[in-house]
């Protein structure tokens, strides 16, 4: 079986616990304002067999430790569900751990087959309502609800994540509502906060399409921390 792959990241520290390898793949039907990697966007881009990825990050094994493991990111890894779901059942055959980084948005039955071998499913939480999601992302929220109830009914530990763009996602009744809805899942275990950045600009500039966000600031650290307060204080 292959699946086309953007990247690889050999130790990555921000995308689930631990050290982990960290595989992105290609392709997504979203099209979210902030997006940080557009160039995922498309189906094109180099095959690779599951045994070619599965002899690769299992290099980096003895750096997972006790916590690490594998994440499959994106674009979205849905979109190669079959892919996804093979190489997670002989990472769990083998005793790795895995992680799969999501928007939520594919289907249903395909993710069923890929939490079956997930230990971690990491879930972007983009807007906190039905119009901003098909406004900013394209995305029918609706999908994204149906996969967090599978997440719980399936018993995965879940991560939600929210992006907090400045004048867009950062208002007190969006955090708000966002962690309410967050909160309604027996399965969560933390819900990140992530601060809107700047840095995709040049590769909007190199693929010659406008970046929708560029007027918008960048979210300080100092934002984050508030937010994270206002929702503490929210319980």
Known sequence: MKGIVHSFQSLGAVDGP?????VFMQGCSLRCAYCHNPDTWNTSGREY????IFDKVMRFRPYF?????VTVSGGEPLMQWEFVAELFRRLKEAGVRTALDTAGIGDIGGARAVLLST????CDLKFS?????LRYSGGDMNKVTEF???TETMRIPLWIRHVVVPKLTDGRDQILKIAFMARQYSNLQKLEL???RKICISKYEQMNIPFPLRDYDACPEE????LYKLIEESR
Do not use: A, H, M, S
């Open 18 to 22: 631990g050290l982990r390898c960290v």
């Open 49 to 52: 067999r599951v045994e070619e």
């Open 65 to 69: 430790g006790k916590t690490g493991g």
């Open 119 to 122: 230990d971690l499913v990491l």
């Open 129 to 133: 309502g039905e119009q901003d999601y």
């Open 148 to 150: 967090l109830k599978l």
């Open 194 to 196: 992530l601060p809107f």
């Open 223 to 226: 934002k984050i921390q508030i």
